[in-house]
């Protein structure tokens, strides 16, 4: 068993939720700019503009890239052979806590969801995967809420044909419209049970963003893969045709990216979750 | 600058007084406007802004977007200052408008009800650029609590702006501009 202290993760945790909403991702910002340069609508693109702009501005001030920093989510994968000295979801908290204050980030959590009373800094939403080895991997996403209020589930039957669960897709993203920060990141869940297909969802935005070109080859990759980017590709196509554009005023970049994750499922349903991330898809990580 | 003159899609940088104020905010407002009691803010001619800025860095330098402190050392105003989603205010914004407000800025869509009650209160709903709170920090001059401190970072501040970039997003004539064929569909 490799030993790891809490205050070691208190400390990783804390520079991680600065990092996360002061430095935006390298894949996001590089698509952001790439869709600035693609972009002909002349409001999308002063728009794009003002985005790569806020970026660069919070980066070199040490300034959060958004005000809404987010309830901070956590990734916790756990190697089986790594032993924590300590208590480690308060470890995580107190570090959410310490890196929030240090980074003058917002205190967004409210403490009794229905008196609405107790403003805080913490606690995280932590997910803690056990898996093999003997590192600790962690991952912070402050998740913005004018995008995760848009997040959808649907409990499809198993006889569902792709295209329902893509028009399920569409539609999520449709109803989200202007009102989240697009561009949008889509995460999309499928398989598993109703709760697992949301983690899986959400889990599918810390994955790295990329444009997936429709020459995809497929004897490189297994076929299931293939299938999903392939997937993806189309959706990605289709997203970025509904015209919503930046800050929903039109154009051709509603949609950055878009990542699907799969698991197995029953043989009575298939869940589909999709968990919609503004432009500013903030994560970071640190192995342990 | 006379709002009422503005159109829809309009591109302005605005110099003036805006207050922020978002959800809970916007509860204590109507519940203070029904009951009758003062008011913190004077509505008549006000500005809402729905923000929650970040709280403000201490002891940083920066070029920009800071005010000269007694000691003639440069200070930050304010934290990251972008706007939030509009529509959750659509059922506090008609007591609002009928109290004065003179416009709001936020991002996103409004009910067709407030629409209707901007045009009838000749008022106006601006846009600004949605997740860019770093750079909107850069127009805000000076930051004051108002009203409201035990909410936080969601209190009612008076700001200072300076050339902050607002698009018109309804007109005081009710034109809106997501007012079209396919944001109707859902």
């Not at chain 1, 569902?160 to 920060?181: H, L, M, R, Y």
């Not at chain 2, 509860?27 to 509505?43: Q, S, T, W, Y």
Request: with cysteine; proline share 4%.
């Amino acid at each position: 068993m490799r030993p790891v202290s809490a205050e070691k993760i208190t400390k990783v945790v804390s520079d991680l939720s600065i990092q996360a909403n002061q430095i935006l991702r390298k894949d996001v910002f590089f698509l952001l700019k790439k869709a600035y340069q693609e972009e002909k609508n002349k409001r999308a693109k002063d728009i794009l503009s003002a985005i790569i702009k806020n970026a660069l501005i919070a980066k070199k001030e040490k300034l959060a890239i958004c005000q809404d920093t987010g309830l901070p989510c956590v990734f916790v994968e756990l190697g089986q052979d790594v032993k924590v000295i300590g208590d480690l979801k308060s470890a995580i908290n107190k570090g959410i806590e310490l890196g929030y204050k240090k980074g003058a980030l917002r205190n967004s959590v409210i403490k009794d969801p229905l008196s609405r009373k107790k403003i805080d800094y913490q606690p995280a939403v932590i997910h803690i995967e056990i898996v093999k080895g003997d590192k600790l991997k962690l991952t912070v996403l402050p998740k913005g809420f004018g995008c995760e209020n848009k997040t959808q589930l649907k409990m499809f039957n198993p006889t569902v044909n792709w295209q329902e669960i893509k028009n399920f897709i569409i539609d999520t993203v449709k109803s989200a419209g202007p009102d989240a920060c697009p561009p949008y990141v889509v995460g999309v869940g499928i398989g598993g049970t109703a709760d697992y297909a949301c983690f899986l969802a959400k889990k599918a935005l810390l994955k790295t963003v990329v444009h997936y070109p429709s020459s995809v080859n497929r004897y490189a990759i297994r076929n299931t893969q293939y299938t999903i980017k392939k997937l993806e590709d189309e959706l990605f196509k289709e997203i970025n045709r509904l015209n919503i554009g930046p800050m929903g005023l039109g154009g051709k970049t509603t949609c950055l990216g878009i990542n699907i994750l799969t698991y197995p499922t029953h043989m009575a349903g298939l869940p589909v979750a999709v968990n919609i991330s503004c432009h500013a898809l903030r994560t970071a990580t640190k192995i342990l | 600058m006379k709002f009422t003159e503005l159109k829809v899609g309009q591109k302005i940088l605005f110099s003036g007084i805006i207050y922020t104020a978002r959800d809970q905010a916007h509860k204590r407002l109507v519940e203070a406007i029904k009951k009758g009691k003062k008011l913190p803010i004077d509505l008549k001619g006000a500005i809402i802004y729905y923000c929650a800025p970040t709280k403000t860095p201490k002891g940083k330098i920066i070029s920009t977007s800071t005010a000269l402190s007694a000691d003639g050392k440069q200070i930050r105003t304010i934290g990251s200052c972008g706007p939030t989603t509009s529509s959750r205010m659509d059922k506090f914004s008609l007591d609002l408008l009928k109290a004065g407000v003179k416009a709001m800025i936020g991002k996103g869509r409004r009910s067709e009800q407030i629409r209707k009650a901007i045009k009838k209160y000749k008022a106006v709903y601006f846009l600004t650029y949605a997740g860019c709170g770093a750079l909107l920090s850069k127009y805000v001059k000076k930051m004051e609590l108002i009203a409201y401190q035990d909410l936080g970072q969601e209190a009612i501040y008076k700001l200072e702006v300076k050339d902050f970039p607002l698009i018109v997003g309804i007109d005081a004539k009710g034109r809106s501009i997501y007012d079209k064929k396919r944001w109707t569909a859902f």
